[in-house]
């Protein structure tokens, strides 16, 4: 009589049959309501960057699994969700050879030179984004009313932008094409640079300015419980976030409410749902430890607001989320479990 010999493993002994490109393809399913509205608000010229920059992203790896001799990876979906994403973040109007200088940016320096998915440090769309605003300042700040006339019809003059041209200047355009009500500058601009704030049902619906996909909260929130319930994303990431930002924003509001913006306006306003839904919740650059979770969450929401409130700039995630991935490898050393049995100092390091 044959005996089955018995195998001893480490967690998890019950396997999800679930790969890789399976849980990029969702991914990609829970951006597309928020590039197809972003093309609904604002035209063709969404269109034409989302697809110039996903191209990019896509010949890029492709070209740097032919440089070092690899079978092509881009089967796994991961090099569209860059793309899409990097869209997403950039105006509704940047210059499309801007769009290509930060998706090979993104994929060179934040992924391929890294080794591929699942080495990459960094987020990879958040590394092109951030190379271009130092890049292009200005075209980077450029931003297009909402719902403005002919947007089916015609680019926003600053899409087709020569290559090595700096985009002109269309501020005469954008008042002349604006329906009533919509301007060019976005929440996050009126607030810090006006004083005013926007209405916490426009930043819902997405009745504003800004980034291609950060303008309806509602929305991004919804795309990103697609994923939660699919058990595709850990939504522990996002909350732990959302409290960050919250707890922060609500003590600056405490001390003075007619200087500093409430917790809700935060919570709404710029790209700070995408980020933490989408990007903040990426599983190479995010903690795995449960502790690690919390404080890398709680670290990018106060990041956010500090850059946002105390920075030059008017938004500030994209920045808060970059040096929340540089500190995960710290935060997961420091938040692993007790071995059990054992003192944490008689543990190997």
């Known amino acids: ?26 991914v990609v399913f829970a951006l597309l309501p928020i590039l197809a509205f972003a093309i609904y608000q604002f035209g063709i010229s969404v269109l034409a960057l989302t697809l110039v920059v996903t191209l990019t992203c896509l010949a890029t790896e492709r070209f740097f699994n032919w440089m070092s001799n690899r079978t092509s990876s881009l089967g796994d979906w991961s090099a569209v969700i860059t793309g899409i994403l990097m869209a997403l973040t950039l105006p509704p109007g940047f210059p499309l050879w801007m769009g290509v200088v930060a998706g090979f940016v993104g994929m060179a320096m934040g992924k391929m030179v890294f080794g591929g998915i699942g080495f990459n440090v960094f987020n990879p769309a958040l590394v092109g ?38 985009p002109p200047d269309i501020s ?7 329906v009533d009500g919509f301007t060019g500058a976005t929440p996050l601009g009126l607030q810090k640079f006006q004083d005013t704030q926007t209405a916490p049902m426009e930043l819902l619906t997405g009745m504003t300015a800004g980034s291609a996909g950060e303008t309806s909260a509602l929305l ?99 920045y808060a989320i970059l040096l929340g991935n540089a500190a995960t490898p710290l935060i997961d050393a420091m938040t692993q479990p007790r071995v059990f049995g054992a003192r944490r100092k008689e543990q190997s390091p």
């Open 1 to 26: 009589m044959s005996r089955k010999p018995i195998v001893l493993h480490t967690a998890p002994h019950v396997k999800r049959p679930q790969e890789v490109p399976v849980i990029m393809r969702n």
């Open 129 to 166: 984004r951030a190379f271009v605003q130092a890049a292009f300042p200005v075209a980077i700040t450029t931003w297009t009313p909402a719902f403005f006339d002919g947007r089916f019809t015609q680019f926003i003059p600053t899409t087709l932008t020569m290559p090595f041209m700096m």
């Open 172 to 178: 005469a355009w954008a008042s002349s094409v604006a």
């Open 220 to 318: 991004i929130f919804v795309c990103g419980l697609y994923l939660a319930f699919r058990n595709m994303m850990n939504w522990r990431i996002p909350v732990w976030i959302f409290i960050g930002v919250t707890v922060t924003s609500g003590a600056l509001y405490l001390v003075d409410a007619d200087k500093y913006p409430d917790p809700l306006f935060m919570l709404l306003s710029g790209g700070l749902m995408l980020g933490a839904m989408f990007m903040a919740s990426d599983m190479v650059g995010s903690p795995v430890t449960a502790r690690g979770v919390m404080i890398y969450g709680l670290l990018i929401g106060f990041l956010t607001v500090v850059i946002r409130v105390f920075g030059s700039l008017s938004e500030g995630i994209m």
